[in-house]
Nanobody, 117 residues
Framework: QVQLVESGGGLVQPGGSLRLSCTASIMLFSRYSMGWYRQAPGEQRDLVATITPGGSTEYADSVKGRFTISRDNAKRSVYLQMNPLKPDDTAVYYC???????????WGPGTQVTVSS
């Protein structure tokens, strides 16, 4: 079973930046695409950034040009650099495989990002 731990969230002013980290206990981590998802209050959980085993990246339109996803296979870790942040980026951020195996890939606790002045 996959175990994921996200960190790096916090309260930041609009225009600020944060770097999120995720450590995954996934066997053969380097073989999987990984992604960052987010869920705002009252909203569904959406995929915002993906990185393939080869390092190719894709982003949701809402974050394109502002967020950068990266990975370190030796550390089984995925990162999300976010700047400049907007109030609409306020959400709990999660990492997981892409696509996620609903039967095997549980969610981690997530990390709260709040963008507010």
């Amino acid at each position: 079973q996959v175990q994921l731990v996200e960190s790096g969230g916090g309260l930041v002013q609009p225009g600020g930046s944060l770097r999120l980290s995720c450590t995954a206990s996934i066997m053969l981590f380097s073989r999987y695409s990984m992604g960052w998802y987010r869920q705002a209050p009252g909203e569904q959980r959406d995929l915002v950034a993906t990185i393939t085993p080869g390092g190719s990246t894709e982003y949701a339109d809402s974050v394109k040009g502002r967020f950068t996803i990266s990975r370190d296979n030796a550390k089984r870790s995925v990162y999300l650099q976010m700047n400049p942040l907007k109030p609409d980026d306020t959400a709990v951020y999660y990492c997981n495989r892409v696509p996620r195996n609903v039967a095997l890939d549980s969610w981690g606790p997530g990390t709260q990002v709040t963008v507010s002045s």
